[in-house]
């Protein structure tokens, strides 16, 4: 069993287990109960009714943050030429192809996103390895390989606040949606955000209950279980 520290279990003990939380409820709850003395990262936790070993219920989304996420984000893009310089003066972090490849392959991870433009993809390819499992790695669906033309509006995303999300293998789905320094108003746009994209990318192949539990949680604090027609009303926010 997990050790937890002092402030956690003061947090856990005035947290009902058996009550489903409204989504405002929960938030007004730990911006007033901090379990750390940084700033926690808020995240929605959401128990699929998929069976993700079939293709056909894969979940998997991009969504960009209304308000925003309160992270920096290390943008990387995989580019040589005129897509190269399209990408320095969109604000990427790195730029670059042979010399980035083989700096990762030598252990250097310091960057959140990977862009690539198609072209680049022959010599990326060789980073499955070790970008794959990260989730760093370019894709179609994540929207990560896109031609020079899109480089800037998807940087730009990106430091607005785009986070991708997928279902893992145990059919959870995890979003850090904001800061508990945020206004609750603006956590719940955040939030209103991601579960509007979480429908809409509902697989056809899904029966039953899509959303079966939702729980939000700080980054070091324990977790309160949410109301699922409370949460999926959001979207109306949108």
């Known amino acids: 069993m997990p050790k937890h520290g002092k402030n956690f279990k003061v947090v856990a003990a005035q ?10 409820e929960a938030l ?6 901090p379990t750390a003395r940084f700033d926690e990262t808020l995240e929605l936790h959401l128990r699929m009714g998929v069976d993700p070993r079939h ?9 960009v943050m ?15 030429g005129e897509a190269a310089m399209i990408a320095e003066e969109a604000g990427a972090d790195y730029v670059g192809l042979d010399d980035l490849v083989a700096k990762i392959q030598g252990g250097w991870l310091e960057f959140d996103m990977a862009i690539a433009i198609p072209q680049a993809m022959g010599k ?4 499955g390895r070790i970008l794959g499992p990260r989730g760093l790695m370019p894709s179609p669906k994540a929207g990560t390989i896109v031609q020079p033309n899109e480089i800037k509006r998807v940087i730009d995303e990106a430091r607005k606040g ?14 850090p949606f904001g800061k508990r320094s945020f206004e ?4 719940l746009e955040n939030l209103a955000a991601v579960v509007d994209s979480v429908l809409r990318n509902k697989p056809a192949a899904s029966k039953g209950a899509y959303i079966r539990k939702a729980y939000i949680s700080p980054t070091m604090g324990p977790s309160a279980r949410i109301d699922v027609a409370a949460l999926t009303a959001l979207r109306t926010l949108v």
């Not at 209304?66 to 580019?79: H, N, Q, Y």
């Not at 990326?124 to 980073?127: H, I, K, N, Q, T």
């Open 15 to 24: 947290l009902d287990r058996e009550k489903l939380y409204e989504p405002r």
């Open 28 to 33: 007004e709850f730990f911006k007033e109960h």
């Open 55 to 63: 293709a056909d219920q894969m979940v998997r989304g991009v969504v």
């Open 66 to 80: 209304p308000r925003g996420t309160g992270k920096e984000v290390r943008i990387l893009v995989f580019a040589e």
């Open 124 to 127: 990326v390819g060789r980073l």
């Open 162 to 175: 785009r986070v991708e999300y997928r279902v893992d293998r145990t059919a959870n789905i995890h979003v």
């Open 184 to 187: 609750v108003d603006a956590l």
